[in-house]
């Protein structure tokens, strides 16, 4: 059983208590919006990839505008 842990500030109790079903649907819901979000973060390109994309966009679009002042 998953359990949370009650702390009492006052007194200094510590008390173990066992989580609810609806407690453990939250966290696991919670879980598992988490881990989309990550796989979403995974599968954005980088900034070094981004750099890379328009360093070859830009030596495309040169190569081509040199090709057309050569004609």
């Known amino acids: ?3 949370r842990i009650v702390v009492n ?3 200094g109790v510590v008390t173990q ?3 609810t ?3 453990i649907a939250q966290a696991q819901a ?3 919006a988490w881990n989309a979000e990550q796989a979403e973060i995974q599968t954005q390109p980088t900034t070094k990839d981004l750099i890379t994309q328009q360093q070859a966009l830009i030596t495309a679009l040169t ?3 040199t090709a057309l002042e050569a004609a």
Request: charged content about 30%.
């Open 21 to 23: 079903a609806e407690e």
């Open 17 to 19: 208590v066992d989580l």
């Open 1 to 3: 059983m998953t359990h």
């Open 30 to 32: 919670a879980t598992i």
């Open 63 to 65: 190569t081509r505008i």
């Open 9 to 11: 500030c006052e007194t």
